[in-house]
Each structure stands twice: as C-alpha cells, then as structure tokens.
C-alpha cells in the first residue's frame, strides 16, 4: 500500500475550494528573519515531582521558554537568526489521526523553502513504523496540491504509534542519524509527544544533532496546560459531533417517544463533550471528572438518569438526549476496580475464558451483575497507555439497559406512572475523526507548521510548538515553544482528586476543570437543558457565512493567558527594579523589601506540593 | 408536551441565516392567478391492478393529470381562477420526519395568504393522533419565523402515523367536518400517501367537502414513479450520511487497519445506500435489490466479502469501507422467510420465548446458526407496514460476524494469508434525519407547499402536489398534480422481480431500478471503487459556495421526464392530425394508416399486463 501514499486523488467541489484556502500568518513569523526572546527556564508545573522529573531529563529539563518575535519589535535581548543553512527535517504523524494534520506539513514545508529553498521535508510513512524503517516520501508542493485544508493522515498514514522501547527509541536514532536530519517533528497527542520528550533527551545524551520538537494534534483536547491552550482537531470534532447531536435532538423532539443515549469520543477525559453539550445543548451529560470527584457508583449514576427521565414525564416529556464521554466507564470507581483486577489477570496471560473465575469476590459480584455484551469487552486487552479500550466499551448501551431496567421496576412499583422508557444508543467516533477540518484547525495546524521550522531554526530540542491567545483573529495569535518537560508529571491521572498515585514521568491527560468556567456555564445552565429543551443546532461544519469562524466555546469562555500574564509579572517587576535603584530613598527600599519579602513568602508556601490540591495545571 | 408547540427558540447563527433563505418560486406559480391545464385521465401504472384499482378508488380513480401554467402561457383550454375565497386548510406530519417538512407549512402558508389573507391553515399537533383528537395549531408569520428552512418536525410533532383503520378514517372525517376544513394536506411517505388516497375516496363518498392532498415528503426516497421524481428530505439524508461515510473512509485510509461496516436507513429501498456510493466513493456496497434478483444468500453474501477483502490484502490494503442498506435484511430470501415464519407466530400471539421451538426445520436451523443478539432483533415485532423493524437490526454486525468467522477460517485453512481481518460497525440513521435540510430540499419542499394551494384552489381531491425537471434550475421547474391512485399498485415489494404477490391496492416503495442510469454508473465504477480506494469526500453540508447547491446524483444522471415526454408526444399527435387532415392524398392517409395500426399494435402488446416485468413504474 506504500505505493499509494501522497498520490493525487479526485476532490469534490468542496474539497477543491478547500485546497485553495491560504491561512493567515501572524505578524511574527512573517518575512524571512527568525526573532527569538528567551523568557525564564521552566520548572515542572508540579513541584512535587520536579527532582524525579529533572533527573529523568538531565538534558531538557529547566530550558527556558522561547517566543517568537516580530521583525520590528524592539527587544533589546532578543536573538535574531538571519543565516538559514539547508535544512532537513522529518516529520511523523503519531497515535490517532485527527483534523488539521495535514496543515502541519504545509506550514513547515512552506516554512522550511521560504528559509532556503534547498531544505528537505522527509515525511515517514505509516507512522512511527516508517520511521523505524526510514520509509521516507520527499514533500513537494505538488504533493501537497490536494491534501492541503484536508481531513485524515493518508497523506503519510499512521500506525499503532509508540516510540518507547528501547529498540524504538534506538531504530529512531538510527533514522534520524542515517537521513542526517536536523530536526524529527513529532505530530500527535499526550502519549507521542511523552515519546518525544524522552526521545529529544535520548538524543541529547547520544550527542545526535537531530532536535526533537512535538505539535499538539489530537482530537481529544486533552493535551492543555499553562502553554497549551487547544488542541489540533478538536474544534472540528467537537463541530461534527454538535452537529449530529443537534439532529439527534430536533429528532427527539419530533418523534418524542425515545431517549436517545450517545458516547463521544475522547478517551479519559470529556473535554469532547463539555464542548458538545456547550455546542448543541442536550439534557443531560454526565462527565467521567463528575462521577469521579463525587465518587458515583454505576448504581448513582443510573439513578440521577432515572429521577431526570421521571421529572421529565412529569412534564409529559418522554424523549430526550444524553452525552456520554467514553471515558466515563473508567471514571466509575468500582468499574475501575474490577477494569485494573481484569487488565492485571491478562497481563499475567490469563485466558479471557478464566477471568471471571479468579476475580475478587467482589469484582466478580460486580462482574456477573453486568449484561454479557459488556463482560465480552471488559475483557478485551488494555491499550498502550494501560486504559482500557474505551471506543470499544459500550458504555452508552449500559446505561440505556440499567436505566431501563429501573424504569421497569419503579413502574412496577408504582413510583413511575409514566409511558415506557425507550432507549436508542449511538456511538460518535470514527464518523467524525476524518473531516475536512474546520477553518480554525487549518489555521492553527498551518501557524503551527511554521512554528516548528522556528524552533529548529533556533536550534532548541525536546519543545513544543504553542500558540496563545487563540481566541483571537490570527494577527493577534502569541508564537513560542515551550520545553516539552516543563508539561510532564509524575502524577497519574486520578480517579479521584486527591487520590493521586505516582508513575512515570509524561504528560498525561488533563481532564475537565471543575473550578473552569466553562464546566461552571455547563453548570448554570444545566437544569434548563435538563428540563426546557432548549436544543441549539450549529448545524454543519461551514466555510463561509455564519459559523465558519467560530471558535470552541470552552476556549472562548476560559482566560487562559497563562504566558501573556507571564509577560505582565516580567514588566512589574523590571518596573520594580527601575524604581528600587541605587540611589532611591532608604523610605522606598525598606517598603519594597517589606512587601517583597511577604510576596516571596506567600508564593512560596503555595508552590509547596502540600497546598497544591489540583490534577493538572 | 403539547404548549411547546410552536413556540419561538434560540437558533444559533447559522440558524438564524438559514432562517432568513427565502427560496424563489418558479414562474408557473408566481401571481395571484391560478391556471391549470388538464392532462389526459390518467390509468394505474400497472394495467394488471387496473380494475381493482378502479373498484377500490371508485370516486378518485381515472383523474385527469393537472399542470400549473404561467399566467402567460398561452393554452386555450386551460382553467383560470381569479377569485380566491376564504379557505380553510389542515396539514398533518404523518410518519418519520423528514428534512424540509416545514417548508411544506411555510409555502403552503404563504400561498393561502397571499391569494385571501383570511384562509386560515391550521397545523394538528403531534401527528395523526392531534388529527383524530382536533388538535390545531393556527399557523402565523410570527411561528414560522424560527422553523423557516429548518430540519425537523418539532413545530407540530408527529406521532407512529397511520389513518386507516375504519375508527381512524371515521375520526379524521369528524375532525374535517367540524373544523370546517376545505382542504387536509398530508405530508409523508408511500404509507401516508396511501392512506391519503384512502380518506380522498372516503371524503367523495361521504360528500365531505374536504379535499385531500398528499405531498411526497420521505427521507427513504422510495416514493418515486412516473410523476415523482424525488422525496423532500432525500438529499439532504444522503448529504449528511454521505459526509460521514466520506469521514470514515477518510478515517480508514489513514489508520489502514479496520474495515467499515456502515447501515443507512431507508426503509426496504436501498436508494439512500446507492446516492450515498455515488457520492462517497466507499469500496462497496450492498444493494438490497442486487440480492433479491440474484437470491443471494447470508452465504453468499459473506462470500462476496471475503473474496472483496481478499482481493485487496493482496494489494497490502487491510482497511475499508462497506455500505449496507437497512432493507438489506430483508431481501436475503432465507432471512426474508424466517422472518416471514417469525412474524406469522408472533401475530397469532406466540410469545418470543417460545418462537424459536415452532419454527420449521429449515428455518429453526436458520434461527440456531445466527448469534444471539440478531436473534433477538428477529424477534421484534413488524412495524404497520408488515416489514421487520429494519432500524433495529443490525445487519452490518452480523454480516461484519460472519466475514470474521470466514476470514478466520480461510486463514487457519492456509487460502488467506494475510493480516487479521478488524471490522468497526456503524449505524447512520438518526443523526442525519433531524438535520437542516439542504438548499434543493428547502426550495422543493417550499414550492410543494404552494402547490397544495393550486390543486385545492382547483377543487381537485386526491392529487399529490407533484414537480418535474427538478434536476433544472427553479425556474425550469414544472408544477402539477397527479391522481395518488395513478400511483396506486396491486404488487407488493417483490423480493425477487418476477415472483409478484398481490396485496390491497397501495403505493409501495419503488426499489433502485437496476436498468436505471444511477445503478450503471455504480456497476462501471464498482471495480475502482473496491479496488483503487478513490474516496470522494463531498464535506459536511454547505449552503454557501460550492457543493451548496448541488442535488442528488441519482437525480441528475437519470433521465425522468415523464411528463414532459407525455407533453412531447401529445404535440406528435397534434402534428399527425394537421397533416393528415381531410384533403390529404390517399397515399399520406394510407401511410398513416399503416403506421398507426402498428404503433397501436406494438403498445396495446406492450401494456398488456403478461409482457410487464418491471415491478414498480
């Protein structure tokens, strides 16, 4: 299938106005100069697990952030690259592909030729698989011609990405020693741009000139942090699925007699679906971040569905919507539980067929109180990052059945009067990973592209390539990159806040801020939803008119200026230092020594890892 | 649930613009003036029902065909109407919602008013049932104004819709009478459309001044015969299903490792599944009508995917997308009899428990070799149109079961020896029928509208308001009015063409006709398509530059003027009476003779019921 890779294909009308559309780029990183400021090193965000952090990354660890500049902004300290060598560079889709990818080529091949037109794009094929291989395809403009503003990554392709092991790890030192590359992107989610980390400080240990710099492309939008603040692909998923689940909901309300149960996808965390609910308005959804914090069982949840589908017959309503996140079913801490003993047993090669039989006695009363559909894939094999197979675990069919079954006996009971509870259950997932992706994301993804040629120009290993300000219009978009290990954490991703336990150090997913604003608007408004069915349609991705430069809410509603405010801090305190010189009045000094002195200590005690009672950020 | 009705909603921006679309009229409806030509009286489409057609509709049957005329066009016999009383119209949603259904309100509304601004349409509120029960709504401006050119039924709600039995017929007729109705206008499918015919007949006999009209609104897009071309709703289904089947192959060629196995909803028919495949370009499809004339079995159909995914694990492919109509289920003739058996216990009253022990040998061995969970949908029982509850069987995991087991097989026999075979399973039904309609199905739904009104200002009953050339801009586009019993057969769905069985005179669903131009295009293409992974992705839904005005290929390729060519051979026959008229010579006499005595000899063959095979049109 090699052979087909980066062919030209047929588009359709709207594809081919696609392959048209020419991004913006921000004022800085126009024209041929690479300016580059410096701010402070990095420390790991949380100060916990700094020492083990630094001494798995001896190399990466502590290096400064880096923001790009434009041409004629006037800093003093800023280092500005005009010399532009040739260039070779690799690139390699990791993990899921995702809307947007494609752009990331664009922009850095545009970038890399802008620079020195003699530079090289190698894309790897088939993924990490290609790279250990040194599958390589040149990337030429005319190659690109139909895959630019497209969705997918069959461009490349992409395999089972993980580059971990050892032999990994060394048969990429080799690729990138062999081909003689400059610089190794790495396109992908939380895991790859974990590999990435490692593999920049493998790198750098190796004395390989190769610098490692990864892109945040996935669609789960679980990869944002104090530098990250979306996602590639996740606003056109988000606006895919708000676009059936809208259709689902004028559905319900037109035929009104069923309930119509959806998972999204999205694994551990629901940021998919916060988005969603936020996009298109359904009755209810039941965040994984929810029922872990409250600690609810399988049993509370179906309960809190229960007494809603009844409030709702009291109204004579007997049709509705509910999202459900994929990752919910690991977010149940007694399915947890009984997933970690199965996940445990087929490790130890445990045959599926003897599973059940040497669980925990009450894992196995859990167990054999699950419909059988469920048993089937509770037991299938646990996915690279030790969850479980989340796409394949129909959660949302659980819920309906148990819903159902309570329904039926609080009718029994007489509790219930209303009709019969109908159920309809669907699965959003793979219908919307491969869509031409929306105007944002081919924005984003292409600034992102150039971004990447930037920090190899910069000669910085083990970054990231990051944009703030998003919500903005293009001209206002912030440029940097930030050292991939200042995201990494030796905290896993909690069931529980508080129950944290420790693991390796990588970035793990951040999940749905329940201190956010945009879990607080899901909140404020969630009885209306609720009850009122107050059904927003989007409607269909667009390319022109209304909609077509939308943004993702939840990135609309948060403030997440994290390095711009890192940029204020710097100008009080030169400001400080400017009026606190040799020469101020003794008055002056001791009040500015007063005031710092307290500062200092109140900051410090809130860096403690004791007070720090957060997941992530 | 009730004083929702037709309350005004927050729309979101797209919404809102869509809100504002105001489709053109095509000149023939334009003004104040109604001008109708008459056609000839129409006969049954099939002359073997004729006479129990005629016994049936003895009121309604033998109508002449009607043509809305522009208030230029110079025909001398036509019939003008200048005066417009005050008219009072009802309009219920009957059956599964459709994209476009309010457009119907919309221009029938806008027509009443702008010929009496006293006519009064009264929309019934949930279904069929507000019917019986005189529940209305008075349509205004102010209500229309959110739920102009938007998807859904929810401004009156639709119930599980049927008006046939002699209480129900009784109830609309008092509902008719009482609400002082000139005209009741039935929005749906072949089922509504029948039961449209049937409560015109009714109304005759009764002398009930109220006329009927039907308006061919269904999604399945299986009302089509020689005066309909096309269903509001069809293309916009095929639009959305179409982008995320396109999403998925997308999905497939860039992971290369699952097989798509896709249902899509439309009832028996598989033309949803065939625009679809022209559309989206998936690898393959299954057409219920290809199995039912080729009686191909579950077996051989699993062959017939083995061998496809055969065929390309040699070419190193190991992804791929299969489209399966619902119907499909049904057309497979062992299936088709086990559920015949099935149905047959269940409506005598046999509970499901104990089905399987009463089913004949062969169809008990059936039963026993089917997994469990498509044992159980088997058993559901058959909606109101005796077919099986197509929507809940989930063919595409049975067939998706069967190639597994096949392939597993194959491998251990040592004939297939490549990769493991990975099968993902979808349904697309209800995320796309709650969408906002397409452009084309907003203008053709709007222009139906308004036609309702000609065909009631014209006193006609029983016609179904009908448009012809709609592959041609608006304004070529010709308005009319067919009979609904011209439509009318005694055939029911034949699963093999040939073996007819006969039934109660009633419109059945045209399946894909597999000598039309839309089913050669698939068969030319079929070998690239399984092949050569051209995937064609024709974008989310757009209603804005390009793509946003297109229309359904299956429209396009087929040459359906029926009744302009009905129009074409009128004027053939004009020519022949002015050239041979009295002072012609004996040999121009004599020629005509000759010729005339065998064209009549070649169509009375022709039409005789013996020589006609087809089994719909």
Known sequence: MDSDYGIPRELSDLQKFRSLYQPDLPPCLQGTTVRVEYGDATAAADPAGAHTISRHFPHTYGQPLAHFLRATAKVPDAKIITEHPVMRVGLVFCGRQSPGGHNVIWGLHTALKIHNPKS????????????????TLEITDEI??????????????????QIRTTEQVNAALTACKELKLDGLVIVGGVTSNTDAAQLAETFAEAKCPTKVVGVPVTLNGDLKNQFVEMNVGFDTICKVNSQLISNVCTDALSAEKYYYFIRLMGRKASHVALECTLQSHPNMVILGEEVAASKL?????????????????????????????????????????????IHGLLRQGVHVDQISSQLSPWASALFEFLPPFIKKQLLLFPESDDSAQLSQIETEKLLAHLVEVEM?????????????????????????????????????????????????????????????NLKNPVNKWRCGAAPITAMVTVKRWAQNPGATSFGMPAIYPATVDLQGRAYE??????????????????????????????????????????????????????????IVKPGCSQEVLKAALSIMSSVTDVLSVMSTPSSNGQSNI
């Open 120 to 135: 090289v794009l190698l894309g790897f094929l088939g993924g990490s698989e290609g790279l250990f291989a040194q599958k």
């Open 144 to 161: 690109l011609t139909t895959y630019k503003n497209q969705g997918g990554y069959d461009l490349l392709g992409r395999t089972k990405d």
């Open 297 to 341: 069982t399988l049993f509370d949840i179906t309960k809190q569905i229960c007494d809603a589908v009844q409030a709702r017959a009291e109204q004579d309503k007997y049709h509705g919507v509910i999202l459900l996140p994929e990752g919910l079913i690991e977010s149940i801490p007694e399915v947890y539980a009984l997933l970690k003993e």
């Open 408 to 468: 039926n006996r609080r009718t029994k009971e007489g509790t219930y009067k209303g009709k019969k509870f109908n159920a309809i259950c669907h699965f959003f997932g793979y219908q919307a990973r491969g869509s031409l992706p929306s105007k944002f994301d081919c924005d984003y993804a292409y600034v992102l592209g150039h971004i990447c040629y930037h920090i190899l120009a910069a000669g910085l290993n083990g970054y990231m390539a990051t944009i703030n």
């Open 521 to 578: 608007l899901l909140r404020q408004n969630a009885t209306r939803f609720l009850l009122d069915d107050i059904y927003r349609n989007p409607g269909p991705l667009q390319y022109d008119g209304p909609g077509a430069d939308s943004k993702p809410i939840s990135l609309c509603v948060e403030d997440q200026d994290y390095m711009g405010r890192i940029k204020e801090l710097q100008v009080y305190l030169d400001k400080i230092r400017t």
